[in-house]
């Protein structure tokens, strides 16, 4: 069992800058490949990034590549996600992930509870 913690969530402006954790409870972390999700108000959840166990291998939606970065620190049980260049399109409540295979599937094995990114124009 893997429980996931999100933090960092806020509201930024337009062209700034977040950057989230999420924080895994257990001692498989380091096996899991770990991800970021988004939902949007009204809309459906969607695929952030992705990073796979080690840390060697990433993953972006078409959306987010070249603004957004995921990394790992597995000595930490922690992966992150350093959003720059924010848009209002961005606002979003973004889900950790922990999953089983690389890149996660839409329905990975684990879930956070979700933190607030407001991006304000």
């Known amino acids: 069992q893997v429980q996931l913690v999100e933090s960092g969530g806020g509201l930024v402006q337009a062209g700034g800058s977040l950057k989230l954790s999420c924080t895994a409870s257990?001692?498989?972390?380091?096996?899991?490949?770990m991800g970021w999700f988004r939902q949007a108000p009204g809309k459906e959840r969607q695929f952030v990034a992705a990073?796979?166990?080690?840390?060697?291998?990433?993953y972006y939606a078409d959306s987010v590549k070249g603004r957004f970065t995921i990394s790992r620190d597995n000595a930490k049980n922690t992966v992150y996600l350093q959003m720059n260049s924010l848009k209002p399109e961005d606002t979003a409540v973004y889900y950790c992930?922990?999953?089983?295979?690389?890149?996660?599937?839409?329905?990975?094995?684990?879930w956070g509870q979700g933190t607030q990114v407001t991006v304000s124009s």
């Open positions: 257990g001692r498989t972390f380091s096996s899991y490949p």
């Open positions: 992930a922990a999953d089983r295979q690389f890149p996660l599937r839409t329905g990975p094995d684990y």
């Open positions: 990073i796979n166990w080690s840390g060697g291998s990433t």
